[in-house]
T-cell receptor, first 112, second 114 residues
Framework: GENVEQHPSTLSVQEGDSAVIKCTYSDSASNYFPWYKQELGKRPQLIIDIRSNVGEKKDQRIAVTLNKTAKHFSLHITETQPEDSAVYFCAASGAGSYQLTFGKGTKLSVIP | EAGVAQSPRYKIIEKRQSVAFWCNPISGHATLYWYQQILGQGPKLLIQFQNNGVVDDSQLPKDRFSAERLKGVDSTLKIQPAKLEDSAVYLC????????????FGPGTRLLVL
């Protein structure tokens, strides 16, 4: 089955700096890669996703890049703000299954 | 649009007791998922329904866990008997299906087994 590795497990940045979280996946047939943000005690919320036919996608301060050859994808957050502090999860879904395999999460702390 | 609803939000039980969780997906969403999220880890899929049929339950510990979605809408997840290692947050998610795979999560049920 699919295996998703996520790094780093914790990340601290100064407010205004950029943050990058990286994930690798094992199944070359995976074709959908969402990122979820989970604040303490709350539900995971989708912040951005990318499909395998696209190399990069941006939404305001958030961007995701995908390298299918290397089987890795990354989340980039620019101009970080304290409200960006949360746990971020990457996930991968195989073709036709719609099942998500999640990484173990990255706890992002943005220091004012 | 109303989100995914779950109840109860919290549950504390003794080991060997039984417990049930309820999920109401977003209206019209054909696909429903139950995940187990242990503290400090990502959600792990337990079971996936498409309408009222099971698509995948390969990671569901069937000796103690069961789930149903009888009318293709609400779903229940049951644990009987519970073990200490079942302490986790149980998340329900739904997606529209039909090639639209974005999953929307409910608030979860936090289970503590003593």
């Amino acid at each position: 089955g699919e295996n998703v590795e996520q790094h780093p497990s914790t990340l601290s940045v100064q407010e205004g700096d950029s943050a990058v979280i990286k994930c690798t996946y094992s199944d070359s047939a995976s074709n959908y890669f969402p990122w979820y943000k989970q604040e303490l005690g709350k539900r995971p919320q989708l912040i951005i996703d990318i499909r395998s036919n696209v190399g990069e996608k941006k939404d305001q301060r958030i961007a995701v890049t995908l390298n299918k050859t290397a089987k890795h994808f990354s989340l980039h957050i620019t101009e970080t703000q304290p409200e960006d502090s949360a746990v971020y999860f990457c996930a991968a879904s195989g073709a036709g299954s719609y099942q998500l395999t999640f990484g173990k999460g990255t706890k992002l702390s943005v220091i004012p | 649009e109303a989100g995914v609803a779950q109840s109860p939000r919290y549950k504390i039980i003794e080991k060997r007791q039984s417990v049930a969780f309820w999920c109401n997906p977003i209206s019209g969403h054909a696909t429903l998922y139950w995940y187990q999220q242990i503290l400090g880890q990502g959600p792990k899929l337990l079971i996936q329904f498409q309408n009222n049929g099971v698509v995948d339950d390969s990671q569901l510990p069937k000796d103690r866990f069961s789930a149903e979605r009888l009318k293709g809408v609400d779903s229940t997840l049951k644990i009987q008997p519970a073990k200490l290692e079942d302490s986790a947050v149980y998340l329900c998610a739904s997606s529209p299906g039909q090639m639209r795979e974005t999953q929307y999560f409910g608030p979860g049920t936090r289970l503590l087994v003593l």
